[in-house]
């Protein structure tokens, strides 16, 4: 086709590319792999608490309680949706979680046991609203390990929140 002009085919062509081409689709957001819900705590002493993933949505709340535990709800990139103790949700950069298992005593004051039985020494009383190191949590166990500063003790696992039912923490 020599002398022809190619200028009214371009179109056509054009056309014919985009309705043959294979459909593009968005690449999946990703998550982190891990288990949903799971326990992992604050990172920082101020943790701002969005009211969704990314940073222009507006601030609802600001933690000031670092090692504080909180739950991971969802996942969206690296925003995490995560729920306190006391029910609020919202979400936050995953740079400000840690994996550091902590707890909280709900309800008390309960005795801080010497071991893990209703008839062990009590070494301390724990206050509601006081945080801890969650250390173990045998498996078949209703008590779990846990440090409050120098101290540790046993408290029930209903004693606490950072823990699910039948968990098991070595």
Known sequence: MPGRD???LTPFLL?????????VQAAPAEGSGLPLP????????????RTGPGTRYPIEWIYSRKDLPVEV?????????????????????QTMLSSRRMM?????????????SDSAETVAMVEAGVLGRL?????????????????????????????????WIE
């Not at 799971?38 to 608490?49: C, G, K, Q």
């Not at 005593?105 to 005795?111: A, E, N």
């Open 38 to 49: 799971r326990f992992v705590s604050l990172r920082a002493d101020e943790v701002n608490l």
């Open 73 to 93: 709800v969802a996942e969206f990139e690296t925003w995490r949706k995560i729920r306190d103790w006391q029910g609020s949700e919202g979400w936050v950069l």
């Open 6 to 8: 190619l200028s009214r």
């Open 135 to 167: 250390l173990q949590c045998p498996r078949n166990r209703d008590y779990c390990r846990a440090e409050f500063g120098r101290t540790q003790g046993w408290l029930r696992r209903d004693e606490i929140w950072g823990v699910y039912k039948g968990e």
């Open 15 to 23: 056309l014919l590319a985009v309705l043959t081409a294979p459909p």
């Open 104 to 116: 909280v005593v709900i309800g008390g004051p309960h005795p801080l046991r010497a071991s893990d």
